[in-house]
């Protein structure tokens, strides 16, 4: 259906370029394919305008198209078809239903990053909500944006899915939380949402547990979460940070990596990776912290909404969650 549709598309544009065929062909043809197949779905005028704007989203001679496809050019002979055959579409846009490639049509506008979504849309079998929920936290510019060593500290098929699966910032939107807010009030926020977080961290990450104990050199340790990647098959070890990064961060992680792979690694596992999310962190602090260490790991950034994300004028007008909860008290005892 996508390519016929993608035909039918190609089929108006060049008829518009080497025929002279006006805006109005489109009314028409609705009109004359409804009397033709009575009760026939999917080709009302503004699905077959929907037909052109999918053809011409892809076949454009911007530096930003993925695949771009040869400018259409002029038929000598006016009854010469026009050789659609010649431009083909992009397999990763015959491969998604019709309503995610309208909804990339309309929410995006470059054609790169609309074939890129179409592709992850594929390999994660992306409904069409879940599809504009990424597009809406914008994650083709956060993916594999991550400060990481995995280049160095990885093979090469492995680095760049471990790439792939780290972003920056991570995007918590569905925490409310203080600005001093403490580091166990953000691992149990993501806690208490884990299904979101899950989301989040993308496909492959299974949760294994929080504060997890590592009993080394007579010492307890804990990390704070800890997950086990089904692609990759390695743990995954998360550190929570409230503040910005600081290089001894990665230390701390070298450690925890190295008494994981050591006391709950299975020997089919792959080596562990470690990523550190802070409230900020500077690229070039975080670049020369990971650069001579031979552990895999990443660090990122991430975001909460409400406080963090106001006005910086506007948040000391907040009431704090004290304050609601004391005036929640006042107003009970009022009633009473």
Sequence with gaps: MIQLYWDIGGLIVQRQQTEGWGAGVIDRLAGDLQKAFPGLQGFSASNISRMRALFLAYVSDSENSAQPVPKLKAQKSARAEPKTAAITIPPSIAGIPWGHNVVLLFQLTGAAERLWYAQQTTR???SKSMLEHWIE???YARQGKAVTNFKDALPPPQSDLANEIVRDPYNFDFLTLRDQAAERELEDGLLAH???FLIELSAGFAFVGQQVHLPVGGEDFYIDLLFYHLKLRRFIVVDLKTS???PEFAGKMNFYLSAVDDLLRHPDDEL?????LCKTRNKVIAEYALRNIGTPMGIAR?????????PAELKGSLPSPQDIEAEMKSDESKDK
């Design 302 to 310: 991430y975001t909460t909404k409400l406080r963090d994300s106001l």
């Design 137 to 139: 936290s914008n994650l």
């Design 244 to 246: 910005a990064f600081k």
């Design 194 to 196: 884990i299904r979101k």
């Design 124 to 126: 994660n079998g992306w």
């Design 272 to 276: 562990s990776i470690g990523l550190i």
